[in-house]
Each structure stands twice: as C-alpha cells, then as structure tokens.
Antibody
Framework: QVQLVQSGAEVKKPGASVKVSCKASGYTFTSYGISWVRQAPGQGLEWMGWISAYNGNTNYAQKLQGRVTMTTDTSTSTAYMELRSLRSDDTAVYYC??????????????WGQGTLVTVSS | SYVLTQPPSVSVAPGKTARITCGGNNIGSKSVHWYQQKPGQAPVLVIYYDSDRPSGIPERFSGSNSGNTATLTISRVEAGDEADYYCQVWDSSSDLFGGGTKLTVL
C-alpha cells in the first residue's frame, strides 16, 4: 500500500533552516510528483510547491521563492523540503503529498502524516 | 491571482444533505478536487476531477462544477463526516486551496 512517512517534529530558532524528509513506499517513486503543503495552527492548507520525482523539475509558490528548495533522492524514494531564514509565521504542520499530474492539473491522492515545525526564540 | 472562496461553516442534521461550495472566476473551466480533514489528521482526497471518487470513499460523496461554482455534496450525512473540507485547483502552474469549510453535524 502507498505510504508517505515524514521525519519528526523540529524546533528551530528564527533565521535557521529546517529540512523535512518524506519517504515513499508502495509505488514507483519516479512515476509521480511530490507536493508540499503546510498548515499553520488553526489555519487552512497552503500549497508550497511541487517536484517531479522523474526529472527533478520544480515549481514553488511565489511567496516562498528564494527560501524553499525541494529535492528528491530516487535511490531511497525520499523527498526533501528545506526552508531557510525561518520566521515565527513559518510555524506549521508540513505535509508531503503524492501528486497525480495530468493535462488538467494536479491533485494529491496520498499524504504523509505531517511534521510540526515550531519556530521560536 | 486566482481566488477560491468557501463558506467558513456549514451545518446539517444527520441523514440530511450537505452542500459545500467553492467559488472562483469561471471555475467550471478548471478541474476541482476536494479534501476532507479531521482534527489532528492529514487531509484525505474525497473527490477528484470535479466528480470522481477515489476507491474507499462512500458513494454519498459527490461533486459537480459549473460556471463560477463547484459543489461538494454529501448525502445522508453521518456524524463521522464532521470535518473541514477544502477545494483545490491548479492555476498558472500553481496549486491553490480554498479557505476551507467546517462541516458541523447537528
């Protein structure tokens, strides 16, 4: 069965960086993309970006351009999301999700369990 | 930039039908996907491509999309359907979520 297992919770100071991992299993990793979505406490879902596990192509949400980098390691079927220059408003649960891509766009059919990132001095 | 508008809350009695809307300019020309999120859990896909259901999602969940409004319909609502629901579209190479609707089962 398809599973996405994320790394554990992180506590970071403002200005630091965080790198969250997402290990996929149960499907051919390179046949799908991975998107990252975050959710601040009590707030809605915010799309952060997408990476093709096939060729590494990315596209990021405009508000995060320059601070976020998404990568994959096909040898371990793992996706990574690094966010730099952390601020308090980056405090959120970060989710990875398997992205199904078609001509009509993308949707997310399997999700990781979420990783809480807390930014606090 | 494209904006998706959902009502913050919808309330429905058990056994009745809940309709959750997602408004956007000419949203009928886009594919709309819906997610259910219960407290403390990751979102779950319940409808994709406007009206398709993933395996394991009850037939009580259905979707439609036309003009400026997409709608998620939940028939014969059960207590277990109480959750937040989000619509999502792909626009200009980016994905966008609506603000979410809290479904309360009375």
């Amino acid at each position: 069965q398809v599973q996405l297992v994320q790394s554990g919770a992180e506590v970071k100071k403002p200005g630091a960086s965080v790198k969250v991992s997402c290990k996929a299993s149960g499907y051919t990793f390179t046949s799908y993309g991975i998107s990252w979505v975050r959710q601040a406490p009590g707030q809605g879902l915010e799309w952060m970006g997408w990476i093709s596990a096939y060729n590494g192509n990315t596209n990021y949400a405009q508000k995060l351009q320059g601070r976020v980098t998404m990568t994959t390691d096909t040898s371990t079927s793992t996706a990574y999301m690094e966010l730099r220059s952390l601020r308090s408003d980056d405090t959120a649960v970060y989710y990875c999700a398997r992205a199904v891509v078609a001509a009509a766009g993308r949707f997310f059919d399997y999700w990781g369990q979420g990783t809480l990132v807390t930014v606090s001095s | 930039s494209y904006v998706l508008t959902q009502p913050p809350s919808v309330s429905v009695a058990p056994g009745k039908t809940a309709r959750i809307t997602c408004g956007g300019n000419n949203i009928g020309s886009k594919s709309v996907h819906w997610y259910q999120q219960k407290p403390g859990q990751a979102p779950v896909l319940v409808i994709y491509y406007d009206s398709d259901r993933p395996s394991g999602i009850p037939e009580r969940f259905s979707g439609s999309n036309s003009g400026n409004t997409a709608t998620l319909t939940i028939s014969r609502v059960e207590a277990g359907d109480e959750a937040d629901y989000y619509c999502q579209v792909w626009d200009s190479s980016s994905d966008l979520f609506g603000g979410g609707t809290k479904l309360t089962v009375l």
